[in-house]
């Protein structure tokens, strides 16, 4: 079957615009994660989704960013008032439910603040 | 919270030679350990992974160690390939109720051929 799909693929914006970002988890994985990963580093936790709830936000920076998945499949990454530091890769993954289950990513969505 | 270090951040073989790279941990706790192979500009695909009840795993010619004692795990590629050149990150999962991640900063695997 199909992997995560993330969209857009790349996204370039003005300081202080507001942004969503998509992601399609694979069939059937209730459990769906935000990343951020910037240039040189390893992906860095957002948000973790387990069906419709957000089961740990800590990762999220600020107020700016907010993350829903209204059916428990797709899920929306919005961030408001974005600033230059916002620019990185967003990286989505998705699992099966249960602990130590392997997480795959999509190709995630180069966001960058001008 | 969780603490994951990796070394050596660049590593350069000659094709044929195996590559080694190590992280640490700081969570005894911690109990799930994947690794993860990224290409330029592609996702991180896992490449293998290990539960802490078991001290090796290997696919291939891949293989993971964990030691728990000394809150260490190592990945090992054996006869090394130009394709496997890419960064490679270690991560760990704690052992509390939350599935995420926490990331090594990576290591830039280069073979030579």
């Known amino acids: 079957g199909a992997g995560v799909s993330q969209t857009p693929s790349n996204k370039v914006t003005e300081k202080g615009k507001y942004v969503e970002l998509r992601c399609d988890p694979i069939s059937g994985h209730t459990a769906l994660y935000w990343y951020r990963q910037s240039l040189g580093q390893g992906p860095e936790f957002l948000i973790y989704?387990?069906?419709?709830?957000?089961?740990?936000d800590s990762g999220l920076p600020n107020d700016r960013f907010f993350a829903v998945r209204p059916e428990g499949s797709v899920s929306t990454l919005k961030i408001q008032r974005t600033e230059r530091g916002d620019s990185a890769v967003y990286l989505c993954?998705?699992?099966?439910?249960?602990?130590?289950?392997?997480?795959?990513f999509g190709d995630g969505t180069r966001l960058s603040i001008l | 919270g969780e603490n994951v270090e990796q070394h050596p951040s660049t590593l350069s073989v000659q094709e044929g030679d195996s590559a080694v790279i190590k992280c640490t941990y700081s969570d005894s706790a911690s109990n799930y350990f994947p690794w993860y192979k990224q290409e330029l500009g592609k996702r991180p695909q896992l490449i293998i992974d290990i539960r802490s009840n078991v001290g090796e795993k290997k696919d291939q010619r891949i293989a993971v160690t964990l030691n728990k004692t000394a809150k260490h795990f190592s990945l090992h590629i054996t006869e090394t390939q130009p394709e496997d050149s890419a960064v490679y990150f270690c991560a760990v999962k704690q052992a509390d109720s939350s599935y995420k991640l926490i990331f090594g900063s990576g290591t830039r695997l280069l073979v030579r051929p």
């Open positions: 989704f387990q069906g419709t709830g957000a089961a740990d």
């Open positions: 993954a998705s699992s099966l439910t249960g602990p130590n289950q392997p997480q795959h």
